[in-house]
T-cell receptor, first 111, second 114 residues
């Protein structure tokens, strides 16, 4: 089974500061990886996905970027945070059995 | 384009009663459908999925879902609700392109009262 590590669990950052959230996965090689954001405890919005090292697709224009420097590492970044970047960020992996595993999430509050 | 709709923001049910959380989908081709549950400040936990085969899918914690192609629905059900089932439930559909991304419904909050 897959395991996803996300850190930190919570983060409070001032407006205009940089951001780096890291997600690492164990198990399958060359997994599809995803970053989702959940605002106000409801809907999940797909931000980025990656089908391989260095391959990033953005779903919505925004203040964030993503990178995949290694096969099992997926990073979400921002150069300057906005208040609207606050939310709950989830990393996910698609496994070979048509399933998806989600990390425990990072609660980001921009103040 | 694929989409998922969860028409109820909240479902209230008494403990011991059956529960249903509704989901309808729109896809081209055969759908891959999923249900996830989320407890406060936690990640998503997988409940069940429909890929092919029997229309009644059994999952974790006593939940099941019925795939209905003619009604394009995939409702989540449980015969007897528990207070501990209170959580946020998401229905999702997998896209058919190479991204294989999940598209989620807006979520339904289930409240089971003692």
């Amino acid at each position: 089974s897959q395991t996803i590590h996300q850190w930190p669990a919570t983060l409070v950052q001032p407006v205009g500061s940089p951001l780096s959230l890291e997600c690492t996965v164990e198990g399958t090689s060359n997994p599809n990886l995803y970053w989702y954001r959940q605002a106000a405890g409801r809907g999940l919005q797909l931000l980025f996905y990656s089908v391989g090292i260095g391959q990033i697709s953005s779903e919505v224009p925004q203040n964030l970027s993503a990178s995949r420097p290694q096969d099992r590492q997926f990073i979400l970044s921002s150069k300057k945070l906005l208040l609207s970047d606050s939310g709950f960020y989830l990393c996910a992996e698609r496994d070979r059995g048509y399933g998806y595993t989600f990390g425990s999430g990072t609660r980001l509050t921009v103040v | 384009a694929q989409s998922v709709a969860q028409p109820e923001d909240q479902v209230n049910v008494a403990e011991g009663n059956p529960l249903t959380v509704k989901c309808t989908y729109s896809v081209s081709g055969n759908p891959y459908l999923f249900w996830y549950v989320q407890y406060p400040n936690r990640g998503l936990q997988f409940l069940l999925k429909y890929i092919t085969g029997d229309n009644l899918v059994k999952g974790s914690y006593g939940f099941e879902a019925e795939f209905n192609k003619s009604q394009t629905s995939f409702h989540l059900k449980k015969p007897s609700a528990l207070v501990s089932d209170s959580a946020l439930y998401f229905c999702a559909v997998r896209t058919m392109d190479s991204s294989y991304k999940l598209i989620f419904g807006s979520g339904t909050r289930l409240l089971v009262r003692p």
